[in-house]
């Protein structure tokens, strides 16, 4: 082998074994802080620093080795992941014909591999044969590219015989191709066989991650290995994402460094003043017997030294524990994510992951939800649940849009109608009871009418029958026989079919057979009557495609007879009917607008009965089409197909849902009503992507849709591109106007754009206005849109509106738009985990989404918000009393502390209670978070985080810092006793009573902080101050050398004394008494949400007056226009509207 | 069709079994510390809570600020201010000040004497108190090392002491270390109506210091030896636990100005006792300008005259009886029914804004 090829390995670990150490240490001191406090650590092993060399790198050396153990596990926790994909098993070639299983990381590049059913391939290979005679196989690509049909690829006819192991027992050939890349749709090579050369094209090559699907097997070889398949030279690094609350604490770091900065400039210069005119009189100092750190000849280099020793001792402003607190508060409040038990999903069995922890604060200020659709909005799943058959309709299942939003208007209608009542006629109502029994996947249909062979008793009966057999007749799928079950299961191109063959058979018409030209249906009239197994000659199969947006098989039935049936888009079936064929065309319509509304798929089904000699006139033709060798075979053949589907008889008109995830109406409306926008991204077609946002209630009737779509353009005319960019321009300008405009307030519009006409809105010319007019619309859906307009229409409202964005979704597709999005949220449990690779928050259902954002991003939000500022304030607080005390020692550099009482400030004494602040603190209950969605606002609106609050947290530091240093010096002046028995304090004295002064009143401060007091917090707030005590016990009754001054300072010095006491008392009261001031007359005045339900909760108003909660938790939301709360308010809003207007001498109030 | 339903049941709950086993593994464990749901008591911060807190701050601050102000107003101090008073009428400028403090050989004996303003009991503490003298300058607190002046075994252990860690032929200093270098060695002696007032100059140092700071069977070596002599000598036949006045001035002070304890008179002194102080004026605080002043002062439970805490009780006391007040009146005029839902965000501005 000329060329050395990667191997199958693949990692996406960020360090090995011998890259760790220093890469993560790299890492590490990448953060600015951290290198300050390195500079300080080695600086402080030097003469200069003010401080002893353990108490600088200790803490530091703490704070690091934390946040790379951090690092450590969860790099691990990635390796395992990659194990678990290199350890996959796949038959490979050993020799002589023998294939035997070896694990994915050991395939080479030539490798001969055989790969079952539902089995991933394990890399980029070249399909040589399958299990199909003609060396056909389908293919699911939904890892890749979102796509949820199947394709089918097609190996080389050359190849075809090699179709059983034995085969390859002296398999030669050689495959030139193009080097690695990232095109997924593009391949250029050639394939060498027996002295032939073939070309090879993109129809032949099996892409990694993508699926084997209803093939039992196939023999491929392995051409590309590794990180060089298609799919890893897709996958981008992972980009390291940052909170906005974050970013914002490192300018506030940076303000910090400034204050610091400037601070010990005037230590210094103040030191450079004293050393050159003062201590030359300061004898007891030895003036003259000096080095440099301390010379008055020489008080500017002397300066400089002590800048230096400022820069280090003045640390204490800079919260050194800040960082390594906030990311323990962060892994525990991933934990808890991790840990929900409501976020927990029974069925498949997995839990929610915080995959990155540092983002749980953004959780909280989300602002628009980009979200997929395949897989996350809906399960990939079609129900047959009505169906409308010679202008009767039949089904009484109801959708989940529909029951949610029949359960929310029952219980408005309890208050919320009371001034007007109204019986809201909707059929809708009676059906939420029902408990949704059907277990049969891909049927719901209920309806005694047509069930059990009660059809035949219906007037139109003939009609029926006929219904049933287009559904089991008019397909491409397969039926497989479930051995154990006995019933047969179905694999066909689309869902829908599926549905279809389903309900076919639930109805009594079973497919049961397919060979080359027939299809063999079991039909049962009745449950009384045997099977009677029909054979149905399928003489012509007229495909679907989009253009087409229909298809068509012709059969002959048993008795000869000739049949078309089509099933099709109802547009393009209307159009084609027959004069005879209308009857229920009517009725039929009015069906199919209800079932569109509710959000349903539907197709309309016809039939056309042929004659003998008109079939075979066209059969001549269409088989002539069909042989037709050129370009134009495929219009030849369309052409052909037209002639055909004409003069249709319609029969009726299915309506198959698609079946929505658990709880996604119910969590979109709490999203909306938490003041959420949601755009839907889908690769689905239109049609498709409009029914899920009726579905979603993201659409309703009355809304005005905006429909952009790129004129098409005919591609010979030299400026085609332009003129499709000019028309899109026109018509956006045309919406803005017509959405600025609009006068009536509850006026909602939805923006619908395609893939083609975003190709062009997201140019740099048009995006600024696209964007304008998609953020006044209530609700925006792409359809057909490609994983990286994903990514760039994420980037596009990202960096436009400049708000959080949080991308959900399940498939590789859309690995982009979440690595793009600030959060990125991958649905797991659904096979392939690229999505859940590159997300920062695993889910298994879209409806968690919910309770992710309102209750885990509300808390995480405040708690972190919260902490940052206390952290800010507890450092200003000490570090500016060391300031002080300089001006006070000629700005010698002297701390008034001891070094171990500042070691242990930030490590021990304060740190567990902000730890248990950010935590665990919860300012409502997790059910309050839910009942008020609209407390999520406090977090988009970044109420707890902004400038204001962060400056009043400063100050407020500033201010204690006064309180502590000049009130403890005041009392603990030297200048008199503080004792009995005489003595004056000496330094040690009064820096431990005003350390511990500081210890108290930054522990009190956070206990007012706090409003949630589980045993924790107690235990921490009031242990700290406890452990303040038992450290100093511990220490004054160590060795002096270690302790110096304050050997036994408590027991001796200050524990008899009663100003110890007293000034603790006072000053930590002093200290405190400005904010208690603030935050009582702030609620007493203009109190905040959760205060006003803190209260109510407090004196359990929620129990006595049940009204009154509901009513505030209905309107507890903000404003929106979409959610089926909205559809429900709407249809209100209309029934009042035809109210008002029937009886008009009746004074109703209400907003038309 | 039954058939197929039912076989298709017992499958699915076959399978479920199957899967209970892999998917329990995963499922996390309920306890209410992970659920988030310990139970926790929630105050809220209501008009009573607010009020009755400024109320009792200032209930309980008022009656400790009136004892400490009594306790303050009960010590009797008397402070006699020497430096300037103790030159010669021909010393004036700063120079002729620093040479006649420095210069050994002149007596430097002053005589004072001050009226007792009040009744004083004993013990009298007798202080001197410097001014602007930076015994918290960073040069000088380092100046030190403790495991030399406690084993006298560490002799040789000057680590930190410069300047002063040896003599110029390179003896290790027993105290080494400039704060031991500056002691403070003015003296002085008391008499009233000639009679002599016997000073105790015996535990005005922490008695840890004493047991276990400085050894008992360490003895100052090679001490103020240089040809630069700092402050006092030391007896070298005393050993350091007993030179109570070293043990005294290593503790060193917080800020620039400062007392430290000197002695105890442990008899009363009456109102308008005269008291005859012989001192020494031996310590050189005029290079640098600093005031010395002798102190003799009564101690109260709270220690010596210091009127500041108990202002600062009696003010801030008073001050939250202010607020408790203010904010009676806030909620008076402005009440607010607690939990009252119209105070909410979306009730106060209906457009949901």
């Given at each position: 082998m000329p060329l050395k090829y990667h191997s199958n390995y693949i990692s996406t670990t960020k360090y090995n074994v011998i890259t760790f150490l220093p890469k993560a240490i790299f890492e590490q001191f990448r953060r600015v802080a951290n290198l300050y406090f390195l500079l300080a650590a080695i600086l402080s092993l030097t003469p200069v620093a003010p401080l002893s060399a353990v108490s600088m790198i200790a803490p530091l050396a703490f704070v690091v080795g934390l946040s790379m153990a951090k690092e450590a596990l969860e790099d691990w926790r990635r390796f395992i992941q990659d194990m678990k994909v290199n350890s996959r098993k796949v038959a490979v070639?050993?020799?002589?014909?023998l294939f035997g299983y070896t694990h994915w990381q050991k395939l080479r590049v030539g490798d001969l591999v055989k790969v079952e059913k539902d089995q991933f391939f394990p890399a980029d290979l070249l399909l040589l044969s399958s299990s199909y005679e003609d060396g056909i196989c389908y293919v699911e690509t939904m890892n890749l590219d979102g796509e949820t049909n199947l394709k089918v690829k097609r190996s080389l006819e050359v190849t075809l015989p090699l179709d059983e192991d034995e085969a390859f027992k002296d398999f030669r050939g050689i495959i030139r191709c193009e080097d690695p890349n990232s095109s997924l749709y593009s391949f250029v090579g050639n394939f060498e066989y027996q002295q032939q050369v073939y070309a090879l094209d993109p129809n032949q090559i099996l892409l990694r991650d993508s699926k084997l699907r209803n093939t039992q097997y196939i023999y491929g070889v392995v051409i590309f290995t590794g990180h060089d398949t298609k799919v890893m030279q897709n996958s981008t690094d992972s980009p390291s994402k940052r909170s906005r609350i974050e970013k914002k604490m490192d300018k506030i770091i940076y303000v910090l460094f400034s204050v610091l900065v400037l601070i010990s400039l005037i230590s210094s210069i103040g030191f450079a003043v004293n050393t050159k005119y003062y201590m030359p009189n300061w004898w007891f100092l030895e003036p003259k017997n000096t080095n440099d750190l301390y010379n008055p000849d020489k008080p500017a280099l002397s300066g400089l030294f002590h800048l230096i020793t400022a820069l280090i001792l003045y640390g204490?402003?800079?919260?050194?524990s800040l960082y390594v607190s906030t990311e323990v508060v962060k892994v525990l409040q991933a934990m808890f994510i991790n840990q929900d038990l409501h976020m927990y999903d029974e069925e498949t069995g997995i839990p929610a992951q915080a995959r990155t922890s540092n983002l749980n604060e953004e959780l909280g200020q989300v602002h628009t939800i980009l979200s997929d659709k395949?897989?996350?909005?809906?399960?990939n799943q079609m129900d047959f649940l009505k169906c409308s058959i010679a202008g009767v309709s039949y089904g009484v299942g109801s959708t989940e849009v529909e029951i949610a939003a029949a359960k929310h208007m029952s219980s408005e209608s309890d208050f919320g109608t009371s001034e007007i009542e109204i019986e809201p006629s909707t059929p809708m109502t009676p059906v939420f009871e029902r408990v949704r029994k059907s277990t049969i996947k891909g049927f719901n249909f209920e309806d005694d009418r047509l069930m059990n062979g009660s059809w035949t008793h219906e007037p139109n009966s003939g009609k029926i029958l006929m219904f049933f057999r287009i559904l089991a007749l008019c397909h491409t799928a397969i039926p497989e026989l479930n051995e154990e079950t006995g019933v047969f299961t179905y694999e066909a191109e689309s869902p829908d079919e599926g549905a279809f063959l389903v309900a076919a058979r639930e109805f009594g018409f079973e497919f049961c057979k397919r060979t080359q030209s027939s299809v063999f249906v079991r039909e049962r009239y009745s449950p009384a009557d045997d099977l009677v197994e029909r054979e149905f000659k399928v003489l012509n199969l007229l495909e679907f495609n989009s253009k087409r947006k229909r298809m068509s098989v012709i059969v002959r039935d048993e008795s000869g007879q000739i049949l078309l049936l089509c099933k099709g888009a109802d547009s393009i079936i209307f159009e084609r009917l027959s004069k005879t064929g209308r009857t229920f065309e009517g009725d039929t319509t009015r069906h199919l607008s209800e079932y569109g509304e509710a959000g349903l798929r539907t197709l309309a089904l016809s039939y056309r009965v042929l004659e003998e000699s008109e079939y075979l006139a066209w059969n001549a033709e269409f088989v002539k089409a069909k042989t037709s060798i050129g370009a134009d075979r495929d219009v030849q053949l369309e052409r052909v197909a037209e002639l055909m589907e004409k003069e249709l008889i319609l029969v009726g008109a299915t309506a198959v849902e698609d079946k929505l995830q658990r709880g996604v109406p119910q969590c979109i409306d709490k999203l909306a009503q938490a003041g959420l926008k949601l755009w839907v991204l889908t690769g689905d077609k239109m049609e498709t992507a409009i029914n899920i946002g009726y579905a979603c209630s993201l659409l309703r009737q009355g809304m005005k849709q905006i429909c952009l779509s790129a004129a098409p353009s005919d591609p010979t005319q030299p400026n085609a591109k332009q003129a499709v960019k000019e028309n899109l321009s026109l018509q956006i300008s045309n919406a803005i106007q017509m959405v600025k405009l609009e006068r009536d307030p509850h006026a909602a519009f939805a923006l619908i754009i395609d893939g083609k006409a975003l190709t062009h809105t997201l140019q740099d010319d048009l995006k600024a206005r696209f964007l304008e007019l998609a953020v006044n619309c209530a609700s925006v859906i792409c359809c057909r849109v490609s994983p990286k307009q994903k990514a760039l229409v994420t980037r596009l409202v990202k960096e436009g509106t400049g708000k959080t964005t949080l991308a959900v979704g399940d498939g590789a597709n859309d690995v982009g738009m979440i690595q793009e999005a600030d959060i990125g949220v991958g649905i797991s449990g659904v096979e392939g985990m690229q999505a859940v690779m590159a997300s920062d928050f695993a889910i298994s259902q879209f409806r968690f989404l919910e309770r992710l954002l309102v209750v885990h991003g509300h808390w995480c939000y405040k708690r972190v918000a919260q902490m940052i500022c206390y952290f800010f304030y507890k450092n200003i607080a000490f570090g500016l009393t060391i300031f002080y005390f300089e001006a006070f020692t000629g700005f010698s550099g002297q701390s008034v502390y001891d070094d171990w009482y500042m070691l242990l400030f930030n490590v021990v004494l304060t740190s567990l209670p902000v730890i248990s602040l950010g935590a665990f603190e919860q300012d409502v209950s997790s059910e309050v978070c839910l009942q008020f969605p609209a407390l999520y606002q406090q977090g988009t609106k970044n109420l707890f985080f902004d400038w204001y609050r962060i400056l009043g947290w400063m100050g407020n530091g500033l201010y204690s810092s006064l309180v502590l240093y000049f009130l403890s010096v005041s009392i603990f002046s030297s200048e008199s006793a503080f004792r009995s028995d005489g003595q004056t304090a000496d330094m040690a004295a009064v820096g431990t009573a005003m350390f511990t002064c500081i210890i108290w009143a930054v522990n009190i401060q956070i206990a007012l902080t706090m409003s949630h007091f589980t045993w924790i917090q107690h235990l921490f707030v009031w242990g700290s101050i406890a452990s303040w005590y038992l450290f100093l016990l511990a220490y004054g009754a160590g060795s002096p050398l270690i302790s110096g001054n304050a050997f036994q300072i408590l027991v001796e010095a200050l524990g008899p004394t009663a100003v110890y006491w007293l000034s603790t008392l006072f000053i930590a009261v002093v200290c405190n008494l400005p904010y208690l001031a603030h935050i009582s007359y702030q609620r007493a005045c203009n109190p905040l949400d959760h205060h006003v339900i803190q209260e109510i909760k407090y004196y359990k108003k929620d129990l006595e007056d049940h009204d009154m909660w509901k009513r505030e938790r209905s309107k507890a939301r903000q404003e929106t226009k979409i959610g089926f709360t909205a559809r429900v308010e709407a249809k209100i809003r209309h029934l009042k509207c035809r109210l008002h207007k029937k009886i008009p001498s009746l004074t109703i109030q209400t907003v038309c | 069709m039954n058939h197929s339903n039912s076989s298709a049941a017992a499958t699915a709950s076959g399978s479920a079994d199957a899967a209970n086993l892999r998917r329990n593994s995963r499922r996390p464990k309920y306890s209410k510390f992970t659920q988030q749901e310990l139970p926790a008591c929630k105050p809220i911060l209501t008009p009573k809570w607010v009020i009755s807190v400024f109320t009792i701050v200032g209930v309980i601050f008022i009656p400790i600020g009136v004892a400490s102000l009594l306790a303050s107003r009960d010590v009797v101090e008397v402070v006699d201010r020497y430096d300037s008073a103790c030159l010669p009428a021909n010393v004036s400028h700063k120079d002729d000040k620093v040479a006649y403090i420095t210069d050994r050989d002149t007596d430097k004996s002053c005589t004072r004497t001050v009226k007792i303003t009040k009744d004083m009991n004993q013990p009298i503490y007798v202080y001197y108190q410097l001014d602007n003298f930076y015994q918290n300058h960073r040069r000088y607190v380092k100046s030190r090392n403790d495991q030399q002046l406690r084993d006298k075994n560490e002799a040789n252990e000057t680590s930190n002491c410069d300047p002063e860690k040896t003599t110029a032929d390179g003896k290790p200093i027993v105290p080494c270390g400039l704060i031991a270098w500056s002691l403070f060695n003015d003296t002085y002696s008391f008499s009233r109506d000639g009679k002599n007032i016997t000073v105790n100059r015996k535990h005005i140092s922490w008695k840890s210091d004493r047991d276990h700071k400085f050894g008992s069977d360490v003895y100052p070596k090679n001490f103020q030896n240089g040809t630069l002599i700092g402050g006092g000598k030391l007896d070298s036949n005393l050993p350091l636990s007993e030179q109570e006045d070293l043990i005294v001035w290593m503790r060193t002070a917080a800020l620039p100005t400062f007392r430290k304890l000197w002695g105890k008179i442990e008899v009363d002194l009456k109102e308008n006792d005269t008291i005859t102080i012989n001192l020494e004026?031996?310590?050189?605080t005029y290079s640098f300008s600093g005031k010395k002043k002798l102190v003799l002062s009564t101690a109260s439970w709270l220690g010596g005259k210091n009127d500041f805490l108990g202002l600062a009780y009696l003010s801030i006391g008073g001050f939250c009886f202010v607020l408790a007040l203010l904010f009676t009146l806030l909620y008076l005029i402005k009440p607010r029914k607690l939990g009252d839902p119209s105070y909410l965000s979306w009730n106060r501005n209906p457009a949901g804004q």
């Open positions: 070639h050993k020799s002589e014909g204490y402003l800079i919260p050194i395949t897989g996350t909005l809906t399960c | 004026n031996n310590y050189n």
